[in-house]
């Protein structure tokens, strides 16, 4: 015979407990009891606490990859507007129709080579990451230790080659386009 017990648990606890005891094959004392033994036992199952721990630090790291990739990506797309923006005259209205033609075309080639990258399961942010770190391995820290956001850094870098390969001296804005270095 078995110790009866009474306990006062919260309307939550209850009502969870009551739609687990409906399950069949399982009723309110199994329930208890086990929950109880697995609280009280020192020697509970660790390994699958270990396991799972492990699997969170994973799932932690990969997370952070994918932010870290997200993060470049956004600053590439977000440098390589700019640098557009800076570089791009304006065309006349006579050659718009070409234009807007040739935009197509080259949009047209741009999507089915994302297909197929994706299709191969290529990752050029992870091929642009490991030619970055191969080729200048301390990038990344040296902006930290400055201060500077890797953003920012990586901004006023790029906007100064931008705007040498535009014949301007780093720093001045292109004529007309003042608007473009506040965005």
């Known amino acids: 015979m078995k110790p009866k017990l009474s306990a006062y648990v919260s309307d939550s606890v209850a009502q969870r407990l009551e739609i687990a005891a409906k399950r069949p094959g399982s009723n309110k004392s199994a329930i208890v009891e086990a929950a109880l ?3 009280l036992n020192p020697e509970r199952d660790a390994s699958g606490d270990a396991a799972l721990i492990r699997r969170l630090d994973r799932m932690s790291r990969q997370l952070e990859r994918t932010d870290r990739d997200l993060s470049v990506t956004a ?4 440098l ?5 923006l800076t570089i791009t005259p304006p065309l006349p209205a006579g050659d718009q129709d070409a234009a807007r033609a040739l935009g197509r075309e080259r949009f047209e080639m741009f999507v089915a ?3 197929k990258r994706i299709a191969s399961g290529g ?5 642009v990451m490991e030619r970055v770190s191969t080729s200048n ?4 820290i040296r902006h930290l230790e400055e201060g500077a956001p890797l953003g920012e850094a990586q901004a006023a870098a790029t906007g100064s080659r931008a705007q ?3 014949g ?3 720093g001045s804005s292109p004529a007309g386009r003042e608007e473009v270095d506040n965005v």
Do not use: M, N, S, W
């Not at 390589?80 to 557009?84: G, T, V």
């Not at 990752?123 to 091929?127: C, G, N, P, Q, R």
């Not at 391995?137 to 990344?140: A, C, E, I, V």
């Open 37 to 39: 033994d697995r609280f």
């Open 164 to 166: 040498e390969a535009a």
């Open 75 to 78: 600053e590439t797309i977000a």
């Open 113 to 115: 080579q994302v297909g």
């Open 168 to 170: 301007q001296q780093p």
């Open 137 to 140: 391995p301390d990038l990344f």
């Open 80 to 84: 390589f507007i700019r640098y557009y």
């Open 123 to 127: 990752k050029l942010v992870a091929d």
